[in-house]
């Protein structure tokens, strides 16, 4: 089976930018995707296919994905943007997602 | 924009079962992947089913065997039939639409909470 492993906890200051991690083995060969999850909400896509962003989702949100990591860059954070944040992929007929990283705009 | 809405969860003894139901609108269930996901109190987004437009059906280990996937194309809904519960199994379940063939999800349900205890 194919893992995803990310940073549990992710801290950034106010207006600075954030850089959340996902790492898997040569995960820079597949397509990676990003959802933000709000407590008591369903998850909403921030970034698929790397570095695409659906309509509605703000510049400052951004991605990349190279070699055994994929990033997912949101700049001028902001107090809404705490939530969590999961990395996913797709393997062998299954979705796998990453543990999830909980990022916290101080 | 696609609706999902799960129905179904509830509190169940251990050992127990329970189908969830999950109605599409504004798409045909069927003509994409679908999947449900679960996620238990605190913890993480956990795949749990998927089925394929042409129907061919995939589990995680953690249910192979005790969950079935399937869909009724009259209806436009997907289900996930829950047997012999377990604790475990405790946590809020999402249907969730691929945006075609093994990619992303574009469309997840409100979720339905599924408790498994005595």
């Known amino acids: ?106 | 924009e696609f609706h999902l809405v799960e129905s179904g969860g509830g509190l169940i003894q251990p050992g127990g079962s329970l189908r969830l139901s999950c109605a599409a609108s504004d798409f045909t269930v069927s003509n994409y992947y679908m999947s449900w996901v679960r996620q238990a109190p605190g913890k993480g987004l956990e795949w749990v089913s998927l089925i394929y437009s042409g129907g061919s059906t995939y589990y995680a280990d953690s249910v192979k065997g005790r969950f079935t996937i399937s869909r009724d194309n009259s209806k436009n809904t997907l289900y996930l039939q829950m047997n012999s519960l377990r604790a475990e199994d405790t946590a809020v379940y999402y249907c969730a639409k691929d945006v075609g063939y093994g990619d992303y999800v574009d469309s997840w349900g409100q979720g339905t909470l599924v408790t498994v205890s005595s």
């Open chain 1, 1 to 106: 089976s194919y893992d995803l492993t990310q940073p549990l906890s992710v801290s950034v200051a106010l207006g600075q930018t954030a850089r959340i991690t996902c790492e898997g083995n040569n995960i820079g060969s597949k397509n990676v995707h990003w959802y933000q999850q709000r407590p008591g909400q369903a998850p909403v896509l921030v970034i698929c296919r790397d570095v695409i962003r659906p309509s509605g989702i703000p510049e400052r949100f951004s991605g990349s994905n190279s070699g055994n990591t994929a990033t997912l860059s949101i700049s001028r954070a902001q107090a809404g943007d705490e939530a969590d944040y999961y990395c996913q992929v797709w393997d062998s007929s299954t979705l796998v997602f990453g543990g999830g990283t909980r990022l916290t705009v101080l």
